[in-house]
């Protein structure tokens, strides 16, 4: 990070794809703290953002004053919100998923592995969702937390993490949870407990439903030759994504100088589809 923001990936892919003009009307329906959005007002487009962290929309809020209309929703809730801000001739809608640097490094809710003494939450709105990944972690039983972790784990360390975790629960905090994900087969370049931490983020946010739930949505508010840009960072979200795609569309990568400067951008994919009627 270079500043009190998430550092955006892809912004001059995404700028790019979008073609933006002062006639632009564009849903960033994954805000953060408004860098995608940014770029986009810079150059005259009109821009609709969707947060649905009440902390980040605040941090986005401050930096975009009043240059654009930013809401705090679920972006499952596109349409809607479409509707309620008068976006009817919408020529671009990008999704920037997952969490944002923000949430890494600077929150409190046990996002990332690296403080042991939070608890773990792990919701992105704490006043509209009940479930915390603690409870997921100490009332699932062994298959359903298998289940839960084996959508980004291999079977068998999921399988594995989900014995550890009914051996030694109840577990609150994220150094508990580290103490499971010891000693597990893993890549080199990642630490153990990176992909069963986002496994559980993914489970407490529904963020694979909702990215189900949001594409066709997406696409239908899309006027003609508008276009849906969706930058994942995972293959459970790849996959959706493709199947939604359905062999249309384009998939363009971080540029070497990119993932030089920004580490988070070495996993983005760019999909980028286009509304022909
Ligand atoms: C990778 S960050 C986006 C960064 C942003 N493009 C920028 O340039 O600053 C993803 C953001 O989407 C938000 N988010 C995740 N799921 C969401 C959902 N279902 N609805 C709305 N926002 C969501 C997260 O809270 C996070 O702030």
């Known amino acids: 990070m270079k500043n009190n923001y998430h550092e955006s990936v892809m912004v001059k892919e995404v700028i790019k794809s979008l073609h933006i003009n002062?006639?632009?009307?564009i849903i960033d329906a994954t805000l953060g703290t408004g860098g995608h959005s940014q770029a986009i007002i810079n150059l005259g487009g009109k821009v609709l953002g969707i947060e649905r962290d009440p902390?980040?929309?605040a941090i986005a809020k401050d930096r975009l004053k009043e240059t654009g209309k930013?809401?705090?929703e679920n972006f499952t809730n596109i349409d809607k919100i479409a509707k309620e801000n008068n976006f009817s001739k919408?020529?671009?809608i990008l999704l920037d998923l997952g969490v944002s640097n923000i949430h890494l490094k600077e929150d409190n809710r046990g996002f990332s592995f690296s403080d042991s003494s939070q608890a773990l939450d792990m919701r992105l709105n704490p006043n509209s969702q009940g479930v915390k990944a603690s409870d997921l972690l100490n009332v699932l039983d062994k298959t359903q937390l298998t289940n839960l972790f084996a959508k980004i784990v291999n079977f068998a360390n999921a399988k594995k993490i989900a014995e550890r975790i009914v051996n030694v629960r109840p577990i609150t905090t994220v150094g508990e949870l580290n103490l499971c994900l010891e000693d597990l087969p893993h890549k080199r370049s990642l630490n153990p407990a990176t992909l069963p931490m986002l496994a559980l983020r993914i489970a407490v946010n529904s963020e694979l439903e909702n990215l189900e739930e949001v594409l066709p949505?997406?696409?239908?508010l899309l006027e003609n030759g508008g276009r849906l840009l969706v930058i994942t960072f995972h293959s459970g979200e790849e996959r959706i994504v493709k199947d939604f795609f359905k062999g249309k569309g384009e998939v363009v990568?971080?540029?070497?100088?990119e993932i030089f400067n920004n580490q988070k951008s070495?996993?983005?994919?760019l999909y980028i589809l286009e509304k022909k009627l």
């Open 70 to 72: 930013f809401v705090l």
């Open 55 to 57: 902390k980040i929309l």
């Open 253 to 257: 990568l971080p540029s070497q100088e």
């Open 217 to 220: 949505k997406a696409f239908n």
């Open 90 to 92: 919408v020529t671009g």
């Open 266 to 269: 070495r996993s983005a994919k």
């Open 22 to 25: 002062k006639s632009s009307q």
